[in-house]
């Protein structure tokens, strides 16, 4: 059974720094690409990070520079190192494995 298991959300102040994780199960995670999304209030769901399973990367240009998508293989897991938090990147952040599989999410807010 695939599961994605997400955690490490909470409130943080503008400025500040969340690293979320996803544990992964149920797949050979080491040759799965992986990715994180997010979704505000009244908004579309957005995808902002890749990770292969050579380690390459790529980001949304709104989050480019600030967060950081990183993997364990040997833990199953992936990360999201969020960095110089805005308000708007108030969201509930998603992990997703291609196969179509969602977490259950972890809700960020950025709020002073």
């Known amino acids: 059974q695939v599961q994605l298991v997400e955690s490490g959300g909470g409130l943080v102040q503008p400025g500040g720094s969340l690293r979320l994780s996803c544990a992964a199960s149920?797949?050979?995670?080491?040759?799965?690409?992986m990715r994180w999304y997010r979704q505000a209030p009244g908004k579309q769901r957005e995808w902002v990070a890749s990770?292969?399973?050579?380690?390459?990367?790529n980001y949304a240009d709104s989050v480019k520079g600030r967060f950081t998508i990183s993997r364990d293989n040997a833990k199953n897991t992936v990360y999201l190192q969020m960095s110089s938090l805005k308000p708007e990147d108030t969201a509930v952040y998603y992990c997703n494995h291609p196969s179509g599989i969602w977490g259950q999410g972890t809700q960020v807010t950025v709020s002073a």
């Open positions: 990770i292969t399973s050579g380690g390459n990367t």
């Open positions: 149920g797949f050979t995670f080491s040759l799965s690409v």
